[in-house]
């Protein structure tokens, strides 16, 4: 199973492409989540994430969710999650085993090596965020960012190789809630495909993998999966 942003709509959560809300409504995510958009405005993209991570603490996982974490747990390695979201809420639904292409907002990570030390950050220490700026290293200034994969950033290779290898060895591929338009994920589809799979894709509207489906079920996740999963 390879899900996007819409399987979390049904929690409350804004998929990627819908307008962006109130005070990002002049920004488009592709000009935020970037390193260059980091380091041009950190306070602006830290706040980015800040308020999506604070929006998330109120949201649960939907039934898709949760149809996919019983399903892995009445089947046991009969199912690969792989996920292009990064709000957690596959995980906490129970699915075991996530391969979370694109990281997860919950955790940080520092911007560069030490400047001081001269070797990987781990001796920067957090000093306290001030107001409108990310939390950054008392001793070098190293900034914190969150430990997502920012656009023109590598994707973690163990989770796209385990996906890559889970798409060339399943005989069904469930794509879920994306638009296909980001890569290399959304090339997951057609690998899929070329290895003999079925490519049933789950979407309300069209999108740009349905090219490589055999079915389309058109239609919201939390009500497609329980139906489709539930065996
Ligand atoms: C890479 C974390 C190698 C951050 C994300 C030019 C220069 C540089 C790179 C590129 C380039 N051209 C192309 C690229 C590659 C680029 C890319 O794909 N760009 C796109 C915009 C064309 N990819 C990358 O940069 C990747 N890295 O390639 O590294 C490299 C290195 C250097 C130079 C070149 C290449 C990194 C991509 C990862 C980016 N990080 N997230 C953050 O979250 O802030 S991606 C981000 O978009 C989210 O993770 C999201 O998951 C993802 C994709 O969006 P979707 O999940 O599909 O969501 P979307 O809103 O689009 O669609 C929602 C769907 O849900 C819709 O279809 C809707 O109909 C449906 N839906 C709505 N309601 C429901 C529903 N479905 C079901 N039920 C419902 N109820």
Not at 18 to 46: I, K, M, N, Y
Not at 49 to 77: C, I, M, T, W
Not at 156 to 165: E, F, G, K, S
């Amino acid at each position: 199973v390879l899900t996007g942003a819409g399987v979390s709509a049904e929690s409350g959560v804004p998929t990627f492409r819908d307008a962006q809300s109130g005070l990002w409504a002049r920004f488009r995510p592709e000009d935020l989540a970037t390193e260059a958009a980091f380091r041009a405005h950190p306070q602006r993209v830290w706040d980015w994430y800040a308020e999506r991570r604070e929006k998330l603490q109120r949201v649960q996982p939907n039934a898709g969710h949760v149809a996919v974490a019983e399903f892995q747990s009445r089947h046991p390695d009969r199912l690969t999650l792989i996920t292009q979201n990064v709000d957690g809420l596959h995980q906490a639904a129970g699915s075991p085993g996530v391969l979370a292409l694109h990281g997860n907002l919950y955790e940080d990570a520092w911007l560069d090596p030490c400047a001081l030390a001269r070797r990987p950050a781990d001796a920067c220490a957090v000093t306290l965020a001030q107001p409108g700026h990310p939390p950054s290293c008392a001793q070098c200034g190293n900034l914190l960012r969150p430990a997502v994969v920012w656009f023109g950033e590598d994707l973690p290779q163990p989770a796209l190789a385990a996906a890559q290898a889970a798409a060339q060895g399943c005989q069904v591929m469930l794509v879920v809630g994306t638009s296909g338009e980001v890569w290399p994920a959304a090339g997951l589809a057609g690998l899929a495909r070329r290895a003999g799979a079925k490519v049933v894709v789950l979407n309300p509207e069209a999108t740009a993998l349905d090219g490589e489906a055999h079915a389309l079920l058109r239609g919201p996740s939390a009500q497609l999966l329980p139906r489709l999963l539930d065996f």
